[in-house]
């Protein structure tokens, strides 16, 4: 046997069979570990804007927003840990205060959770998406495209709320002036 097919052997022993039993690559490494930070840092950050949101609707969205995190959390260190990957760490738990204890000038305004929950979701999406296109186990993607999903019904229930509160500033609407015609 050749030096080539021996290679060659040896990297279809890799990864073939279980994916589960397939190395990461430094790439599905370095994704999953900072998702995993990120999904920690914003269920801080949801816990915190509980606190601030006086709509009940959009305190809803935090709620689910803040569950989704936690499972996809749970998920990825379970992941990391089984291939021997150090967890990032978590920040504490934000304490629950009443809207009424926080000065008005210091409070998040419901329309600007509201964007600020777009936005994360929008930033969830692409890092999805990118998890999902650098990744040659099966696994890791597929959990990625669950994740990506759920993102993604979310993010239009958000929009819609949005729509509904009157939130949403859209940019400078364009029109096809030969239709006007």
Not at 79 to 100: D, F, H, Q, V, W
């Amino acid at each position: 046997m050749t030096f080539k097919q021996t290679m060659r052997s040896a990297f279809m022993g890799i990864l073939s069979g279980n994916p589960q039993e397939e190395p990461m690559h430094y790439g599905e490494v370095f994704a999953t570990w900072s998702f995993l930070l990120t999904a920690k840092g914003a269920v801080a950050g949801y816990q915190t804007m509980l606190n601030h949101a006086g709509d009940e609707d959009l305190q809803k969205l935090l709620v689910e927003a803040k569950e989704h995190c936690q499972q996809e959390m749970k998920q990825v260190e379970t992941l990391l840990k089984e291939n021997g990957i150090g967890l990032p760490p978590t920040p504490p738990e934000r304490p629950n205060a009443r809207i009424e204890d926080i000065p008005v000038g210091a409070r998040f305004l419901d329309n600007e959770i509201a964007a600020t929950l777009s936005a994360d979701i929008a930033a969830g999406l692409v890092a999805c998406s990118t998890i999902m296109g650098q990744s040659i186990r099966e696994d890791i993607a597929m959990m990625f495209g669950q994740f990506h999903t759920q993102k993604a019904t979310l993010g239009g229930k958000v929009l819609r709320l949005n729509k509904e509160k009157g939130w949403l500033i859209p940019p400078p609407l364009h029109y096809n002036k030969s239709e006007d015609c």
